[in-house]
């Protein structure tokens, strides 16, 4: 006979999968001085790379504060965070 095993929360799975993930980033106290990259902002803001890439050129997007090198680029997630939280409706909030 099968029995139903019961399967326990783990701390680190609180959160639901389908919630903001821009939103978990922003009240889970995310280190301001983590460095992210464009693929990692993209998904925080549900964006592509390339539009993320034409918010730069345009100015509508921080540019990069820091290098190593020319193709490692990161920004630092508390750049991002006031990023995103200016593009916030406020629904969102």
Request: hydrophobic share 35%.
């Amino acid at each position: 006979m099968f029995t139903k095993k019961h399967h326990h929360a783990q701390p680190w799975a609180t959160k639901s999968v389908n919630e903001n993930p821009v939103k978990m980033m922003i009240d889970s106290g995310l280190a301001d001085m983590a460095r992210l990259s464009i693929k990692e902002i993209a998904v925080l803001a549900g964006l592509c790379e390339q539009s993320i890439r034409n918010k730069i050129k345009t100015g509508e997007f921080p540019a990069a504060d820091y290098r190593s090198g020319p193709r490692c680029v990161r920004w630092s997630a508390g750049l991002v965070r006031q990023w995103l939280e200016s593009t916030r409706t406020p629904t969102e909030q």
